[in-house]
């Protein structure tokens, strides 16, 4: 029987930086990295080039080496007051946070990234935009954005995935984890379906696209976890005109609205100038709306998307958030075919339903080709189209024209997080050597602090 001293489930930026900074501490760890999607060479997806999801099992937009949020854009958000991208400062601490959060980040820069961040100059067009924000009710949370790009992004987890090999991690693809091997409230190892492996340590990263199956294994093994967080929402595309004056500023503006009429909070999010919407697959059939875009310029379109995301967190006795929003994407899926949905704005607003023909002469043209013209009014629920209809309205003082009859939503996007998983302070769950990173265990919302959870858990362990 062969033992390892970590086996790290799943390949996303979580797991990624747990090997790496492991590593760099024992330069003779055995490590094991389980993931269920392909290596990153062999992510490859079909409708990049012939339009047409072929639906591909498992999807190689949300799983494989490097996970979901890398592969479709790959965005580090740089704010060291923890207020983008998930609660990991709850765990470390402002010091410790912004610590990893230069040393994670150089990490990116030393393996290809761009060094221009975007949104941290304070100039005169930075502070009317501020202004208006203000002047709308938005709150606009200052954030620097590093932009890897579609293309970048696969460059640099290349490399990260070829230096993690050569350094002796041992790495499975196309390998799900079907069982943990607990005995005694002790992790031992992990089952799949060929064989058993074994390990001291057993780390869990299996990201937003895991986050259905980790529930499962939590239920089934009595691993504690409390209610979360879904995000349900739209993708929002309009011609990049309309957005030009911030995105040059920020590139990637976060921002918030509490709505007016339930004091719901909306945010922005995955903000794509001059890129493309896309359609990413979860549970194998669910299609749903997602965002990218390119830094090479010959790749850019004239249009800009970014989501509209409603955070709902449920109380008891409610304890299924995550199929809440699964069901509200069948219903998208059901009336479109396994499609995405799009409707004009105009057509949304007045609540009837866009036809192909009045998309077809519509000012702005989807990215998302095989979008489905439909009536997003018989998906969302009334309580979320009202507060995606004031943030759009919200926005449009911002950026005139933004709520113009032409601009796109697409539906449903949906960020589906694990009901978080309580865990100690070196993130360690209930069952003893059993440890959870990242999106999948509700503690990360983004790339860059599920990287740097990889880089805290293994300093963590370090230190202890």
């Known amino acids: 029987m062969k033992k390892y001293d970590f086996i790290i489930v799943g390949a996303g930026p979580s797991g990624i930086f747990t090997a790496f900074e492991l590593l760099k501490n024992e330069k003779n760890l055995k490590i094991l990295m389980i993931e269920k999607g392909r290596s990153i060479k062999k992510r490859i997806c079909p409708k990049?080039?012939?339009?047409?999801?072929?639906?591909?099992?498992?999807?190689?937009?949300?799983?494989?080496?490097?996970?979901?949020?890398?592969?479709?854009?790959?965005?580090?958000?740089?704010?060291?007051?923890?207020?983008?991208?998930?609660?990991?400062?709850?765990?470390?601490?402002?010091?410790?946070?912004?610590?990893?959060?230069?040393?994670?980040?150089?990490?990116?820069?030393?393996?290809?990234?761009?060094?221009?961040?975007?949104?941290?100059?304070?100039?005169?067009?930075?502070?009317?935009?501020?202004?208006?924000?203000?002047?709308?009710?938005?709150?606009?949370?200052?954030?620097?954005?590093?932009?890897?790009?579609?293309?970048?992004a696969f460059e640099i987890y290349t490399k990260l995935q070829e230096y993690l090999t050569e350094k002796g991690v041992e790495i499975l693809f196309e390998t799900p984890v079907t069982e943990f091997i607990i005995e005694e409230n002790i992790a031992k190892g992990v089952?799949?379906?060929?064989?058993?492996?074994?390990?001291?340590?057993?780390?869990?990263?299996?990201?937003?696209?895991?986050?259905?199956?980790?529930?499962?294994?939590?239920?089934?093994?009595?691993?504690?976890?409390?209610?979360?967080?879904?995000?349900?929402?739209?993708?929002?595309?309009?011609?990049?005109?309309?957005?030009q004056k911030v995105d040059e500023v920020s590139y990637e503006s976060k921002l918030i609205n509490y709505t007016k009429t339930f004091d719901d909070k909306v945010r922005t999010f995955c903000w794509?100038?001059?890129?493309?919407?896309?359609?990413e697959r979860y549970d194998k059939n669910l299609a749903l709306a997602n965002g990218h875009s390119y830094k090479d310029e010959k790749l850019k379109t004239h249009n800009t998307n970014l989501a509209l995301l409603v955070s709902k967190k449920f109380t008891e006795p409610f304890k299924t958030?995550?199929?809440?929003?699964?069901?509200?994407?069948?219903?998208?899926?059901m009336l479109s075919g396994g499609k995405v949905l799009v409707q004009t704005y105009g057509d949304f607003k007045r609540g009837r339903r866009t036809t192909q023909q009045r998309l077809d002469r519509n000012n702005t043209q989807p990215t998302l080709k095989d979008a489905v013209a439909g009536d997003l009014s018989l998906v969302l629920p009334y309580r979320i189209m009202l507060d995606i209809k004031e943030t759009i309205e919200a926005l449009d003082h911002l950026m005139p024209g933004f709520a113009g009859d032409g601009t796109l939503i697409y539906g449903v996007e949906v960020k589906f997080y694990s009901n978080k998983i309580k865990l100690s302070k070196n993130f360690e769950?209930?069952?003893?050597?059993?440890?959870?990173?990242?999106?999948?265990?509700?503690?990360?919302?983004?790339?860059?602090?599920?990287?740097?959870?990889?880089?805290?858990?293994?300093r963590n362990l370090k230190s202890n």
């Open 321 to 333: 958030p995550i199929e809440y929003g699964r069901h509200i994407a069948r219903l998208a899926n």
């Open 191 to 243: 089952e799949t379906k060929d064989s058993k492996y074994y390990a001291d340590k057993i780390v869990v990263s299996a990201g937003r696209e895991g986050c259905s199956w980790l529930n499962h294994m939590c239920s089934k093994n009595k691993i504690k976890t409390e209610s979360g967080v879904v995000d349900i929402g739209v993708r929002v595309e309009c011609d990049s005109t309309i957005t």
């Open 48 to 152: 990049r080039t012939n339009h047409s999801c072929v639906n591909c099992v498992p999807c190689n937009i949300t799983t494989g080496f490097s996970g979901a949020g890398a592969f479709s854009d790959g965005k580090l958000s740089i704010n060291e007051h923890g207020e983008v991208g998930g609660n990991l400062i709850d765990y470390l601490g402002k010091k410790e946070f912004g610590e990893i959060l230069k040393y994670t980040d150089d990490i990116y820069i030393n393996f290809g990234a761009d060094q221009k961040v975007y949104g941290l100059e304070r100039n005169g067009e930075s502070e009317l935009i501020r202004k208006r924000a203000i002047e709308c009710n938005l709150k606009l949370i200052e954030s620097g954005v590093r932009h890897l790009g579609t293309e970048k």
């Open 429 to 458: 769950t209930s069952i003893k050597n059993l440890y959870a990173l990242g999106d999948g265990a509700g503690i990360t919302r983004g790339l860059m602090q599920a990287s740097m959870n990889g880089v805290a858990f293994a």
């Open 272 to 279: 794509n100038p001059r890129g493309e919407v896309s359609e």
